[in-house]
């Protein structure tokens, strides 16, 4: 039961005073900005107290510390910008007594056995503030709409708790304040190649039509052998490994030939991995463990917060991206300077069909495909604890209403598509996938042969039917065809590629019959918190923001779609675990695959219209329009509320009625929704439903003599008669 405590001042949201003021020398500027909050607002839940602001933007989390909210703010400048100072001041702080202890950052569980008891006791020091600091901030370097920008994130905590005292400090205002140099950085381009595909020699001949498909389609591509990186046939070889030259070559790609995208072709047997060290600390794991890991973030992060080359060993003992590793440090900038992926072929056979699978793919474009605006969400309760949610099917559901638009598949435990005997929950989750399908998510628990969760309440026992989990031999086994999705899987150590080659996220890419043309997922053991903070933080927000990246920020590629999901993850207080989720999410496939279209998405369509009420086995039309902001066709598709929905129907000019027949054969109420797409595959939001209802015909009790009499005596009424009985 929550209640609300009542509070007396609320104020908005201000954002005042932005600008850059030049001072004496042209390239150093000066930025203020002044943002207001309001006043908390608490409720009681469970004998504890939640604490929002309604223009925060994100939580502080730490396990068996408060859960806080925070604001966080990104400015971007032109590469090479150098941040000189960042000044954030407080104003206008209050102090609040709270009745009850503040309710506390959900424990964190591995995603590939969900062992977890719930976290009960604060690990504050009773003399602690928390969060110390009214403000953190970070400078990197990254992609931001495409462009290599300077990255200042500031992060705002506008709540302070002590414990001890049970009183939180607040506050209604900050200013801020940042003097930064400009830099008059810009590439020199001697040549231009927007995608640089590197892999050995072996796979040249066999790589050769996929670089010849990218010219054609106006994206610069060229192959560049290990061989030729190593011997510096194009730029001086430079650095301590062969990892290292690559990376170098990266950064004299992007210098030289203004390089955006980069795909690795080969496992790790053909090209060189990087490993990457971080301690787990004793408050995720009683024991304290650690984990070494294979991170190919390593090569998409080229520069570091001030334009220098970022090389993940900061403090030069050849141990990269150590993270409290013995208690040493290295500086990882995190954020992409090129959009990446990895075709983890071991064969050239492999690289074959993955060449295949994007030239038909492109060729035909996926996203413009009636199959594409399909969704299947797969999931069940993946952790035993207090907080009475299934995980897995909550993670989906956020996954299903940030693709507003789309038709959407729930293969869950709770509606019993995971635990069918016929058909199965292995074959529901193929069938699902051989019928098409532009997206797939799994929330669960895996290893690097299966993806698998669990009935409610019931972690002794593992679905789909009947195996128990969806094994890689269930993957290699889809026949897709050309109806190819990009799959994300939210789990443990799925696309652990180096110690496994067959490894359950490539198997989807190498299917030559069908599978995936895109996926998403963990190099290692991932880690995610329970209950419903599963999708506030760690794996199953990272998984969700890839799908904001699609979603929200219009990307145009896969690449692009994962280098917005990491520059949505990453924050200034980033702790070891949020390290280890940015640096293991692995993309497999082309970063330059084209996935949707620079265009305006279409306005939500209103209600259909139609009639409200008649009767089934009778055709009924119902009608619906909108307008696009570009002038574009349309397209529309109703859903008929009985887990059915019409083709895709026009196309139709801006502004033109659509319609389509439905034929209901059950009664009932249904509620009818429609959605419209635009020539360039943009897909609005869905409509506000038009409630329809299907009533029986009525028996009327004729029987068969009955009516012959009625006919002999009234042949005219015969259709009348025809209609009543239906």
Known sequence: MKKILPIVI???LVLSGLGAVATSEENYKQESLSISFSQPFLEIENEFISINVPESNSFIMETGKPLLPTYIHTFTYPFGTK?????????????QTVPNDIVLTPPVALVDQGIVESQTKSLLDNRETYPSEWFTYDVSTGLINRERRTI????????????????????????VQ???ELSNQNPSSRDEYELIVIGP?????EIAPLITHKNGRGVSAIFVSLSDIYSG???????????????????????????????LLGGSSQVPTRLTHIWIQEEYDQYGSSEIFVSDLYYADIYNGTGGFCSWDSNGNDMFGEYNWEGRYDEVDLNPDVYFGRLACRTGGEVTTCVNKIKTYENNPGYLQDWFTKIVAVGGDSFPDDYDID??????????DMLDGFIYNKLWVTNGKLTGLVPTGVANIKNSINDGCGFVDFSGHGNTNV????????????????????????????????????????????????????CFNWAFIYNSNGGAIGSFGATGLGWGYVGTGVSQGLIGKLGLDTFRAYKLDESLTLGEMWANALDRFITPSMDNMEFKCTEEWEPFGDPTLVIGEDSTTPLIPDPPEGTTSGKTKQKQTYTASTTDPDGDDLYYMFDWGDNTSSEWVGPYSSGETASADKTWNNDGVYQIRVVAKDEHGRISGWSDPLEVTMPKIKNVGLNFNLFNWLFERFPNAFPIIRYILG
């Open 10 to 12: 609320v104020s908005v």
């Open 83 to 95: 941040i000189e100072d960042v000044k954030c001041t407080p104003l206008n702080i209050k102090t």
């Open 152 to 175: 200042l994130e500031i992060q705002i905590n506008p709540i302070k708790y002590n414990l001890q005292d049970k009183i939180i400090e607040y506050i209604n205002e900050v200013n």
């Open 178 to 180: 940042i003097d930064y």
């Open 201 to 205: 020699d072996e796979f040249s001949d």
């Open 233 to 263: 046939t194009y730029f001086p070889s430079t650095g301590r490994d062969n990892q290292e030259k690559i990376k170098y070559f990266i950064k004299n790609a992007i210098e030289n030939w203004v390089t955006e995208n980069v795909l």
């Open 391 to 400: 995980e897995g099917e909550y993670i989906n559901q956020k996954v299903i």
């Open 451 to 502: 993806w698998a969760t669990h009935p409610h309440g019931n972690h002794g026992l593992w679905v789909p039917t009947p195996t128990g989990g969806f094994l890689r031999g269930d993957v290699t086994s889809l026949s897709n065809g050309d109806k190819l999705p990009i799959v994300t899987v939210e789990a443990c150590s799925t696309s652990k590629f180096a110690s496994d080659p067959n």
